[in-house]
């Protein structure tokens, strides 16, 4: 695991020195991260059949574009936050889970996303039974991720 440290000196090295650069880093993860959860749970919900006031297709296609934005600016501010305590964090236990997590997560997305289901229902058919159960894994999955990541610093 020293590889790892040594990759991430650089950056890990800057944000120690600039405190202001991490505070950055670190707002703007919790920033992606609300932006994520906060996409992904609306269009859970409107796909399981709440907020029908929502247009359906426009809903899904609108906030699965803002979460898949947000889940990339999460992981690059994740990355860089990462990068400060390196083999602290590969050797706790809750970040494992979260990364996982959000792996498992993404997945189950692109695998919703991807289905011909997905498909039909922009086109306006009902969501279908195989949909919503990629739909309820997500809101576990996610909320779990968030909730690992809360733990991180308690371990």
Same mark, same amino acid.
């Not at 992606?32 to 929502?54: E, K, P, Q, Y």
């Not at 997560?105 to 289905?115: E, I, K, Q, W």
């Not at 086109?123 to 996610?142: E, N, T």
């Given at each position: =695991?020293? %590889?790892?440290?040594?990759?991430?000196?650089?950056?890990?090295?800057?944000?120690?020195? %600039?405190?202001?650069?991490?505070? #950055? $880093?670190?707002?703007?993860?919790?920033?992606?991260?609300?932006?994520?959860? !906060?996409?992904?749970?609306?269009?859970?919900?409107?796909? +399981?059949? !709440?907020?029908?006031?929502?247009?359906?297709?426009?809903?899904?296609?609108?906030?699965?574009?803002?979460?898949?934005?947000? +889940?990339? $600016?999460?992981?690059?501010? !994740?990355?860089?936050?990462?990068? #400060?305590?390196? +083999?602290?964090?590969?050797?706790?236990?809750?970040?494992?889970?979260?990364?996982?997590?959000?792996?498992?997560?993404?997945?189950?997305?692109?695998?919703?996303?991807?289905?011909?289901? %997905?498909? $039909? =229902?922009?086109?306006?058919?009902?969501?279908?039974?195989?949909?919503?159960? #990629?739909?309820?894994?997500?809101?576990?999955? %996610? +909320?779990?991720?968030?909730?690992?990541?809360?733990?991180?610093?308690?371990?």
């Amino acid at each position: =695991m020293e %590889w790892l440290a040594i990759l991430t000196a650089p950056i890990g090295q800057a944000l120690i020195r %600039w405190p202001t650069l991490y505070i #950055v $880093a670190n707002a703007g993860h919790i920033l992606s991260l609300a932006m994520l959860i !906060g996409a992904t749970v609306i269009l859970d919900l409107r796909l +399981l059949g !709440g907020f029908n006031r929502l247009p359906l297709a426009e809903t899904a296609a609108t906030l699965s574009r803002i979460a898949a934005l947000a +889940l990339i $600016a999460t992981l690059l501010t !994740g990355l860089l936050l990462f990068s #400060v305590r390196p +083999l602290e964090y590969i050797g706790n236990t809750a970040f494992l889970i979260k990364i996982g997590l959000v792996l498992l997560g993404t997945l189950n997305a692109l695998a919703g996303r991807v289905s011909r289901h %997905w498909t $039909a =229902m922009i086109a306006g058919a009902p969501v279908a039974p195989s949909l919503r159960l #990629v739909v309820m894994a997500s809101l576990a999955i %996610w +909320l779990s991720a968030l909730l690992a990541g809360r733990w991180i610093g308690f371990l």
